[in-house]
């Protein structure tokens, strides 16, 4: 079996018991939007504030595993204060990440043009791969992100 | 006599296989169980010597897997006391049981503002079906409570039952491993005017079962949590009730007649199972009920008490308060059903940490959400067990255990 140091990588471990930007946003100005795991019961709550194409503050919520905890802990460090375009990018060097196909309805660039991504911490989450039931755990706030992300561009 | 998981264990063979390396420590039977050698070679006899479609053909083969299905009903019927082999109606699972009952009966017999009552601690497949009459006929759904000790609470059951037209429970919790008072129940709702219906799901495959004794006018169970192949599940109800429901889904097997203007059904059970039938699966399932009444339910039931009370002393003497295992203590009260949260570790982690040392264990909301939110967590860890596990299996998971703390506690 693959090494659970792979899954558990420390710096995961670092973000899962001391979350960066937990809490949550006055709605509006942001906008909040829930995401579930029907599997396992995992929630993770987005908290977003999009002005002018920028995410100017995100905070996060709910309960769940160490790696959707995280995922969702390095993913609002890496967005804060980026705009939405580079967002997309990268969403979708996040989803290649974790061996996802391009999402044919997503309006980022594909792989072809796209900038090469530094995704830094959420590198760590790589391991997660190998262990292919645990890939919507990492995942799912990236979900929740477009999904709020959207509906503040729809408002706006 | 006691039964022997040792040589038990010899009957199923998957039990042969490793894990990582390591000896299989199946503690996950409330979610399915493994199937022992009897089971499996009733499945492929089937496929090998006589498959052919049922009740349609006059050669031999088709005599002889109509048979083998009606057979089938037979053991089925006899092993949970029904009294006509014709209260057995063959289901894709318990799921499809319960939702028969609501497509057909409650379709039929319910109106808006009708009560069904069903408890906090049902499994999603006792709560959907109803919040789906809800919505479409304006059924009034009513829930019993659960105490902090995993029980239901029957405080109020004559306030909840006042009105109601049915009342809908787990004999067994497959969370909390809680064992409800099925009879008391079923007599309050006749009291009340209120039929019983009893998802036995996680019962029929660990207690005697008797439909009779439990007083219940629907049974629902699967097959596949009874040591029976997937894909095949029970739905018992009384003959009177069969009788006036109207068909469940329309198609072949059960019609009398088709004209362009319309049809008549064929009689109960084949009434309720259009289409050609999961004829292996039911063959399986009677090779199973064999092999449970081989060893025997009173047996089957001592083993689960014994074992379940090892594991609830030993989780408890070696974690104290750093485990907090869910329902009732006694378990004479409960089925060999654990969920557990340990050191406030996710259950996810728990139950890949676990992995590593082949013990698979269940980890999520276990299809009951609403309890999940009773009970104050999103997610638990959930050891079951069954005929095959002793108490080695509930030392690997105790030793296992501990593994969790190398990643998640500083």
């Known amino acids: 079996m693959p090494d659970l140091e792979d899954l558990y990588r420390e710096i995961i471990l670092d973000h899962y018991r001391n979350p960066r930007n937990r809490g949550e946003l006055d709605t509006p100005p942001a906008v909040r939007a829930e995401g579930f795991n029907p599997l396992c019961g995992d929630e993770v709550i987005i908290y977003v504030q999009v002005a002018d194409g920028v995410i100017e503050d995100i905070k996060f919520g709910g309960q769940g595993c160490s790696i959707s905890q995280a995922s969702s802990s390095m993913m609002s460090a890496a967005v804060k204060g980026r705009t939405v375009e580079e967002l997309q990018h990268f969403n979708q060097a996040f989803r290649s990440m974790m061996s996802i196909e391009p999402d044919p309805d997503d309006p980022a660039p594909t792989n072809g043009n796209s900038p090469d991504v530094k995704l830094g911490d959420l590198e760590a989450l790589k391991g997660v791969v190998k262990f292919p039931v645990r890939i919507k755990c990492a995942t799912l706030s990236w979900h929740t992100l477009t999904q709020a992300v959207e509906e503040a561009q729809a408002d706006s | 006599m006691a039964l022997d998981p040792g040589s038990i264990r010899d009957d199923f063979p998957i039990m042969c296989r490793q894990v990582h390396g390591r000896r299989l420590v199946y503690l996950d039977s409330a ?118 000790d995993g029980h239901l609470d029957l405080t109020d059951l004559d306030r909840l039952l006042d009105g109601a037209r049915l009342l809908s429970v787990a004999a067994v919790s497959n969370v909390l491993g809680t064992i409800n008072p099925i009879r008391q129940l079923a007599d309050a709702a006749h009291e009340a005017g209120a039929l019983m219906m009893v998802d036995a799901s996680q019962y029929t495959p660990h207690l005697p079962t008797d439909v009779a004794e439990m007083g219940a006018d629907f049974v629902a169970f699967t097959g596949h949590k009874m040591c029976g192949p997937t894909g095949i599940g029970v739905l018992w109800a009384k003959s009177e009730l069969l009788e006036a429901m109207p068909p469940f889904l329309g198609g072949g097997e059960m019609i009398l007649n088709v004209t362009k203007e319309g049809f008549s059904t064929a009689a109960v059970p084949w009434k309720f199972e259009a289409g050609t039938p999961p004829i292996a699966e039911a063959v399986g399932l009677g090779a199973a009920v064999d092999y449970l009444s081989g060893l025997g339910m009173e047996q089957v039931r001592e083993h689960e008490v014994a074992l379940t009370g090892y594991a609830l002393r030993t989780l408890n003497q070696r ?66 067990m069954y005929v095959y596990n002793d108490e080695s299996d509930v030392d690997a998971l105790a030793d296992a255990l501990a593994d969790a703390d190398a990643f998640f506690i500083e």
């Not at chain 2, 399915?32 to 083969?61: C, M, W």
């Not at chain 2, 029904?82 to 039929?108: C, H, M, P, Y």
């Not at chain 2, 869910?326 to 340990?342: D, I, K, M, N, Q």
């Not at chain 2, 890949?352 to 980890?363: E, G, I, K, N, T």
């Open chain 2, 319 to 384: 974690y104290g308060d750093d485990i907090t295992i869910h329902g009732p203590t006694e378990p004479a009260e409960r089925g060999g059903v654990l969920s557990f949260e340990y050191k406030g570790i996710h259950p996810h982690d728990v139950a890949q940490v676990l992995d590593r040392s082949a013990v698979c264990v269940r980890a999520g909301h276990h299809c009951a959400k609403p309890l999940m939110r009773v009970l104050g967590c999103s997610a638990t860890s959930r050891a079951s």
């Open chain 2, 31 to 148: 979610a399915t169980s493994h199937k022992p050698r009897p089971v499996i070679d009733a499945v492929t006899d089937y496929y090998e010597r006589f498959n052919s479609n049922v009740h349609r053909g006059s050669y031999q083969l088709a005599v002889e897997a109509t048979e083998a299905l009606e057979e089938a009903r037979k053991k089925v019927a006899d092993f949970i006391g029904a009294s006509q082999d014709s209260e057995i109606i063959f289901a894709k699972n318990a799921t499809e049981a319960i939702n028969l009952v609501a497509r057909t009966w409650g379709r039929t017999n319910l109106g808006p503002g009708d009560p069904v009552v069903i408890t906090e601690l049902e499994h999603h497949a006792n709560i959907v079906p109803w919040h789906m009459l809800a919505a479409e006929q304006g059924i009034e759904l009513r829930w019993i409570p659960i105490r902090s």
